[in-house]
T-cell receptor, first 117, second 116 residues
Framework: GAVVSQHPSWVICKSGTSVKIECRSL??????MFWYRQFPKQSLMLMAT?????????EQGVEKDKFLINHASLTLSTLTVTSAHPEDSSFYIC?????????????FGPGTRLLVL | AQTVTQSQPEMSVQEAETVTLSCTYD???????LFWYKQPPSRQMILVIR??????QNATENRFSVNFQKAAKSFSLKISDSQLGDTAMYFC?????????????FGKGTKLSVKP
């Protein structure tokens, strides 16, 4: 168990449009989900922590109005990149932490490649 | 603040050989968890192995084992009988206990290439 899905797996959009990425825990409940951004050949950079039913906590330097996060249920969190620009092009990864059991372990989705033209 | 250091940006190993990836970390706390994650070319992050700091016994998962040296703050990963499918980026990560709060701290990664 502990499968996390992301949709879409890749997206190309025009500058100025908004893009929504979904992250789902398929076989467990996740009270906390995380959104990361990864640049080529680099490590993961935490963008925000999303708790079910409450506002997300953003890392320093991440624009909350730019990257809208919603965690409406125990199995779904969404990241919306608003008014996307070419510099937002990146690989976005979500992860989920179980609500029970090994709470310290995060399980990752397969990632979403975003290209903004 | 906690930090994780992976001093080997790239490594290579021949198929069927053994390789060890290094990881050191810095913390003033005594209870924490350590992880190795693998990111193959597909970019899916896969949990390889997990270690609880209060356990002296080194974690093992099939061909993967760790050498956890708490006093030295070292957490190396040994891959035995390397396979082509082990080619990936490997990230060492740390989180303070109890782990239900707080964030994973990642190292910069080691790119491992397994050669036929």
């Amino acid at each position: 168990g502990a499968v996390v899905s992301q949709h879409p797996s890749w997206v190309i959009c025009k500058s100025g449009t908004s893009v929504k990425i979904e992250c789902r825990s398929l076989d467990f409940q996740a009270t906390t989900m995380f959104w990361y951004r990864q640049f080529p050949k680099q490590s993961l950079m935490l963008m925000a922590t999303s708790n079910e039913g409450s506002k997300a906590t953003y890392e320093q330097g991440v624009e909350k109005d730019k990257f809208l996060i919603n965690h409406a249920s125990l199995t779904l969190s969404t990241l919306t990149v608003t008014s996307a620009h070419p510099e937002d092009s990146s690989f976005y990864i979500c992860s989920a932490r179980r609500s029970g059991g090994q709470k310290e372990t995060q399980y990752f989705g397969p990632g979403t490649r975003l290209l903004v033209l | 603040a906690q930090t994780v250091t992976q001093s080997q940006p790239e490594m290579s190993v021949q198929e069927a050989e053994t390789v060890t990836l290094s990881c050191t970390y810095d913390t003033s706390e005594s209870n924490y968890y350590l992880f190795w994650y693998k990111q193959p070319p597909s970019r899916q992050m896969i949990l390889v192995i997990r270690q609880e700091a209060y356990k002296q016994q080194n974690a093992t998962e099939n061909r993967f084992s760790v050498n956890f040296q708490k006093a030295a703050k070292s957490f190396s990963l040994k891959i035995s009988d390397s396979q082509l499918g082990d080619t990936a980026m490997y990230f060492c990560a740390f989180i303070l206990a109890p782990g239900s709060q707080g964030n994973l701290i990642f190292g910069k990664g080691t790119k491992l290439s397994v050669k036929p």
